[in-house]
């Protein structure tokens, strides 16, 4: 009777399901207060009309510093200890507390210590639940199964800013928080109930962790089995390889490449978080549903996303990635285009928003799968695949990279906006997505140099064996 729920709550599908839902809740709290903040900051009565903007960069730049600091300690306990539900489920409280602060409070000071709240959330999130679908999707799948997961990063963190300036104009600053609440709920239940198929894994002979395959045929026929193995994974696993990977060894271009990639593209969404509120407040006069509306653009075509990752591997990450950026170069550049109050202007804005969402949405989800890829070459090339010893650290990285994107952007599109005007803004951002398609070109997918030789370890086999340089074996320094 139990082993059926038992293979339900440990397959593929159902742990897709919960880590998206959890990636799409955590990032829709987080978005959902974008275009609210200049109100509740103008009716605390402690920020001025011409410090809005300020204040405004300096919360969404304090979720970034939280992430960067939280994301390293993430990852190091995720890779020590085998069980990813505790520590997604500490997670949940974390931004089920920042929730409450932002219901009840005002003061700049409360609001700055929830978004802190969320950041510490958001390391959770974004370490253990990408680092779980990279695990369970494998090579294979990596491209389609981080495009899903993009795709809920992207609609939470995009939708959130929509939805929150509706509900907020409708309903109030209170009665806003009452869907994410809702959501909240279900996303901790979702979390209770995921088994995870490397808790299934250790928990059998550590030694023989060669065919995942063997998970969804031996499993499910045995119900005792399966209980055990249930416990098993609601504990720490100590891993024999967990140490095996140092710092140094992630200091591999490829893995770099996907890590400048995402600081860019998360430098940009945020500075657009940041500013678009308040141009079309200025600009269009729009309210704060208005305010939040203008994100759908940006967030819709990320449905194009999994098309695009599941073609990823036919197709080549290398020319999507490449493409994506330096595509996305011509839009930015032509927002210059929108300064006036009219409909032509206002058509032509979201127009090119979309244009950049397709653009910016392909670039992230494949960037994503990117990481694993990357980390996937590291191990074989010192002899680690088998002990799954860099994921967490690998999305760790990938988390702070997203945070210093997170920091940067607020950064560079609150102050270039405030001191040069919106045309220098989206010049600036024009030259990042420049700056992201260079290094992409060159080293997504291995040095390309390397490929047009068809020489160097840039691809990695189904037993974890590099190809062309050998794997080293023994241990790892």
């Known amino acids: 009777m139990g082993a059926q729920p038992v293979s339900v709550r440990s397959s593929d599908t159902f742990i897709l399901i919960a880590m998206c839902f959890a990636l799409f809740t955590d990032t829709f709290v987080y978005g959902m207060i974008v275009p609210i903040l200049p109100y509740l900051l103008l009716d605390s009565g402690q920020v001025a009309n011409k410090n809005v903007q300020t204040w405004t960069s300096i919360l969404l730049a304090s979720y ?51 978004r802190v709240l969320q950041g510490l959330s958001g390391a959770v999130v974004g370490v253990l639940c990408l680092a779980l679908i990279a695990e369970t999707a494998g090579k294979q799948h990596i491209g389609e199964y981080m495009a ?53 894994l250790l928990s059998s002979v550590p030694s023989e ?25 609601l504990l720490p696993q100590n891993k024999p390889g967990t140490d095996s990977l140092s710092f140094c060894n992630f200091i591999h271009p490829r893995l770099l490449t996907a890590l400048f990639l995402t600081v860019s593209v998360a ?28 994100f759908l653009p940006l967030t819709i075509p990320s449905f194009l996303t999994i098309l695009i990752g599941r ?17 996305a170069i011509i839009p930015m550049i032509a927002l210059r285009f929108t300064e006036i109050n009219n409909l032509r202007h206002q058509v032509l804005l979201v127009a090119l928003l979309s244009i950049l969402g397709i653009c910016l949405s392909a670039g992230q989800a494949l960037t994503m799968a990117e990481v694993s890829n990357a980390v996937h070459e590291i191990e074989a090339k010192h002899g680690c695949e088998s002990e799954g010893s860099g994921m967490g650290r690998g999305y760790a990285f990938c988390n702070m990279a997203f945070a210093g994107g997170q920091f940067i952007g607020p950064v560079i599109g609150g102050l270039s906006r405030g001191q040069l005007g919106w045309g220098a803004m989206t010049l600036i951002l024009a030259g990042i997505c420049l700056g992201a398609g260079v290094p992409a070109f060159l080293f997504v997918d ?16 189904g037993n974890g064996e590099g190809i062309g340089e050998g794997a080293e074996n023994g241990a790892c320094h």
């Not at 962790?209 to 994974?233: F, K």
């Not at 430098?267 to 509306?293: C, D, Q, R």
């Open 446 to 461: 291995g040095w390309i140099g390397k490929k047009a030789k068809g020489k160097g370890v840039d691809k990695v086999n």
């Open 64 to 114: 970034g510093a939280a992430l960067f600091i939280g994301s390293p300690l993430v990852g190091f306990l995720g890779d020590r200890y085998g069980s990813r539900k505790l520590p997604l489920v500490l997670g949940f409280v974390t931004i089920a507390a920042a929730t409450i602060m932002f219901m009840v409070g005002r003061h700049p000071g409360v609001l700055i210590v929830a």
């Open 267 to 294: 430098s940009v969404f945020s500075a657009f978080e940041t500013t678009i509120p308040l141009y079309v407040k200025e600009t269009y006069n729009w309210a704060s549903s208005g305010a939040g509306l203008i």
């Open 148 to 200: 899903y997961g993009s795709m809920s990063f992207t609609w939470g963190m995009l939708s959130g800013p929509m939805i929150g300036g509706i509900l907020f104009e409708k309903l109030g600053h209170t009665a806003a928080f009452a869907f994410p609440v809702t959501m909240l709920l279900i996303d901790v239940v979702l979390r209770l109930l995921i088994i995870e198929k490397k808790g299934k």
């Open 311 to 327: 073609h990823a591997e036919r197709l080549g990450p290398r020319k999507i990635i490449t493409t994506a950026f330096l595509t």
């Open 209 to 233: 962790s060669t065919d995942e395959q063997a998970l969804d045929t031996d499993t499910p026929d045995n119900a005792s089995s399966s209980s055990v193995n249930e416990e098993s994974s």
